[in-house]
């Protein structure tokens, strides 16, 4: 399948080319950054909707949802407090031809009417916690490059809110969100960094913001999602007050956390090849695939193998097709091998006749034989293995995306011509510094790693002055 794009050669054309040809979406709508998300995208989507969720459930989230439209008011409330989401926000200004007297905005994120009900909700203490999640769409028109899954316009995600009725529990919930994307990620095997961003890259309103970033093949990183601890911003000016044990008053302290679609561009930039996608066993829509090796006089004999096959892999919960469809078995290969199922079982006459089948995995092309009666615990077995080896190579891939520097002009070198993925380095603290950075190399401080205390082992990267913490720069989508 050479007509691909070579990944190392040109990333992003390969993943343009990825993306169209599995059919993860399509971009032919008219409407810049707002795609339809095919059906192979779209059961991607819905896998990891039913991971998060079973993460949800045994932490007492309840899902809910809230209206798309956002009265305008809310925003302006909002944005006197916190520089919020207004540049990008799209409004409902008419129905039909007339002008609406309030005007609405169309969620770029759901804090603002959900803490609008919240304060209705919330009375007393006994009222919390309350852990919302909601799975819907967003919208944010931004002027900056579109790019499918990576940076649309409408994307859908989930965005969790909670209240608590003491800072602690608040920091408590930072870390279950923590727990739930993060073994979620490793569910999906993906490479990932977690920092604490820095003071002026908080979210708005919030004391503090950790990110989960991704480093992609062409050096530069993917946030791919984050977690913000609210504190009493919101809820002050929300007013989601309520009653203590003692009888005095004060507001919640709220979390919030979200992730969108952008995990499956991650999925697909991370773990594909030349060939197309590959996509971690329990994280495949289509986990086995059955290719008949057929040859003149055997095919009835082969067909039948193969329902019979198909049949004794059904009774588990593997997901599992048959492909008797007349074209070549070549054909059929390749285009499996670009959906990226992890499975291919071929059956042939050879196969037939020792009573077996050849089992093929997408990630090493390697291929085995497996006695008929030994299918299914052989396909389990080989789920496990590579998704074992797609986690081991995603923690090299991550330990190799990190490159430590100390002095400027290393720094400068190391971003020259490339995308370094992360630089560890040392900082003052100092936002003029940061602001160097973007203006010098087009890169970003991303944050301090979270949970963990490192010692600078060095000056300021920028002012030479004596630095305050290690941070990891990067360049990113
Ligand atoms: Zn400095």
Request: hydrophobic share 35%; charged share 30%.
């Amino acid at each position: 399948m050479s007509i691909f794009t070579k990944k190392k050669e040109n990333f992003m054309a390969w993943y343009l080319d990825v993306v169209r040809r599995a059919q993860i979406v399509d971009t032919r709508t008219e409407v810049k950054g707002m795609n339809v998300l095919l059906a192979n995208g779209y059961e991607i989507w819905d896998r990891m909707k039913k991971m998060l969720d079973e993460k949800f459930y045994v932490t007492d989230h309840k899902n809910m949802y809230f209206p798309l439209f956002i009265p305008d008011k809310f925003l302006e409330l909002e944005s006197e407090h916190f520089e919020g989401f207004v540049p990008e926000v799209a409004y409902v200004t008419h129905a039909g031809k007339k002008k609406l007297e309030n005007k609405f905005a169309l969620r770029p994120t759901s804090e603002t009417i959900m803490y609008h009900m919240y304060s209705q909700w919330i009375r007393a203490h006994t009222d919390m916690p309350l852990k919302v999640n909601q799975w819907c769409n967003i919208i944010r028109i931004d002027t900056k490059d579109t790019k499918p899954l990576l940076r649309d316009r409408e994307f859908q995600w989930t965005e969790a809110h909670t209240c608590h009725v003491t800072p602690e529990e608040a920091v408590e919930q930072v870390k279950e969100s923590m727990w739930i994307y993060g073994s979620f990620f490793d569910e999906c095997c993906l490479p990932y960094l977690i920092t604490k961003r820095p003071k002026y890259d908080t979210f708005p309103g919030a004391l503090y913001s950790v990110a989960y970033d991704t480093p992609l093949p062409d050096g530069k990183t993917l946030q791919i999602g984050t977690t913000h601890n609210l504190d009493q911003g919101f809820a002050k000016v929300f007013n989601i007050r309520f009653q203590k044990e003692d009888g005095s008053h004060d507001y919640a302290y709220q979390t919030c956390y979200g992730l969108s679609t952008r995990v499956i561009a991650a999925v697909i930039s991370v773990h594909g090849d030349n060939r197309g996608l590959i996509i971690p066993p329990y994280l495949a829509p289509l986990q086995v695939i059955i290719v008949p090796i057929l040859f003149k006089g055997k095919e009835e004999g082969i067909n039948k193998e193969c329902e019979e096959v198909l049949k004794e892999i059904k009774k588990s919960d593997i997901r599992v097709e048959y492909d008797s469809s007349n074209k070549t078995s070549g054909f059929k290969f390749n285009e499996y091998e670009l959906l990226g199922v992890p499975i291919r079982i071929e059956i042939g006459p050879k196969d037939v006749e020792k009573g077996g089948v050849t089992l093929a995995r997408r990630d090493t092309k390697e291929r085995i034989f497996v006695e008929k009666s030994k299918i299914v615990k052989a396909i389990k077995e080989a789920f496990d293995i590579i998704t074992e080896e797609l986690k081991n190579r995603s923690k090299t891939l991550l330990e190799k995306s990190i490159t430590e520097v100390v002095a400027y002009d290393e720094l400068e070198s190391t971003f020259t011509d490339r995308n370094p993925g992360f630089v560890k380095t040392n900082w003052c603290g100092d936002e003029e510094c940061a602001d160097l950075i973007k203006e010098k190399l087009r890169a970003e401080i991303r944050g301090t790693l979270y949970g963990e205390e490192e010692e600078p082992f060095g000056p300021c990267i920028i002012c030479n002055e004596e630095a305050k913490e290690v941070v990891y720069i990067s360049r990113s989508y």
